[in-house]
């Protein structure tokens, strides 16, 4: 995943008919799968990374848009983490 691009969490993304390509609503450019790593600031002192997070990425633009199965497990992810007394901690999605 490209730095600097903003997680966008995209439930109007198009889909075309008979194919499962996701076109980005941003640009129109088509949105490739792809597992990626994601920093999220849960604090004003702390961050988790997400390993391997499924995500829809755009092609032309670089948007990254997590669909709603995959976000409620993040916050989950989150919820733990917030929990612990860490900056930063890293965690992969599968776990």
């Given at each position: 995943?490209?730095n ?11 889909v ?16 490739e ?18 390993k391997?997070?499924?995500?829809w990425?755009c ?9 709603d ?11 733990k ?13 599968a776990?």
């Amino acid at each position: 995943m490209k730095n600097g691009n903003r997680i966008r969490i995209d439930f109007s993304a198009k889909v075309r008919q008979g194919t499962k390509e996701m076109i980005c609503h941003k640009c129109g450019s088509q949105r490739e799968k792809q597992d990626g790593d994601l920093p999220f600031r849960i604090e004003s002192h702390k961050i988790v990374i997400v390993k391997d997070i499924p995500a829809w990425i755009c092609k032309g633009c670089g948007e990254i848009m997590l669909g709603d199965e995959v976000m409620t497990k993040v916050e989950k992810i989150i919820e733990k983490v917030r929990k612990m007394d860490a900056e930063l901690e890293v965690v992969r999605y599968a776990a």
